[in-house]
């Protein structure tokens, strides 16, 4: 049993380190939770809620990813190498990617909605 509270309070230390030093993984959770609220405003259905919120988790779990990719080719490669620039370019792309993605769900969910609030009211 103790080997299994250990995997919940090692994912709680990583999820605490990046939300207290990393600015990356702090801004997209920020911008998770306006989608949030937005969907609380706008009164999304379930299936739409289900997106928004798999979209956010996509782009949280992404930028985790990404700032360990770009943690681990710091700690390895000490000196400027065009090989660690091309691995941490490709883990801002696959971040980048996702929040396309996330856009665009966020784009046809609320669009439509902000529209019926705009012509005819909540």
Do not use: H
């Not at 309070?9 to 380190?17: E, H, K, L, S, V």
């Not at 990617?97 to 019926?116: D, M, N, R, S």
Request: with cysteine; hydrophobic share 55%; charged share 20%.
């Amino acid at each position: 049993m103790k080997w299994f509270r250990d995997r919940f309070r090692y994912a709680f230390a990583g999820i605490r380190y990046g939300v207290l030093k990393d600015r990356s993984i702090v801004l997209q959770i920020v911008f998770g939770w306006i989608a949030i609220v937005v969907a609380l405003v706008l009164r999304c259905t379930f299936y739409e809620w289900l997106w928004i919120l798999l979209c956010i988790t996509l782009v949280v779990v992404g930028e985790i990813f990404n700032s360990c990719i770009e943690q681990c080719v710091d700690y390895i490669s000490l000196e400027i190498d065009p090989r660690a620039k091309k691995i941490k370019d490709m883990a801002a792309a696959a971040v980048f990617l996702i929040c396309v993605f996330a856009g665009i769900v966020g784009c046809l969910i609320f669009i439509p909605k902000i529209g019926e609030v705009v012509f005819y009211g909540l």
